[in-house]
């Protein structure tokens, strides 16, 4: 009986006991992060990964003043592809399907976009975030780095 067992178990896909995409993504991602700027600061909180969804939001405030805010979602369209979804300071959304994921980056990505056309988060460690915009803008290449650090509260 235990060599049936032991081979059933065996045999178990590997799939079946690696997490979801949306599972790994959340469990680095969901929190509080701060990034100071001249005269304010961004905020970027993300609720766990709960039922497939990553919901998140982002404010910037400067001189005692929203300057940005966006609306942000991890989540799978109608084929059921990852995607993060953005709506940044009242915009229509927009949507970067995942191009990749390794175990401290991941990159979703719209060539059709404006700008930008790649969005990334790297992790560099658990309380240090780099969130990246990448694309070209009129033919030249652009980019912008978001560096983040665990708030001290909220997490």
Known sequence: MSVLLFGALAAW???ATTPPAERVIGGRLAGCWERIVPNGRTVEQWLPEEGGLLLGMSRTVRDGKVRE???LRIDRDSDGKLRYVAQPSGQAEAAFPLKSLSEDTVVFENPQH????????RFVDKDTLVGRIEGSVGGQARSADFPYKRCARGN
């Open 114 to 121: 404006d700008f930008p056309q790649r969005i990334l988060y």
């Open 69 to 71: 805010y966006e609306f």
């Open 13 to 15: 896909p590997v799939a």
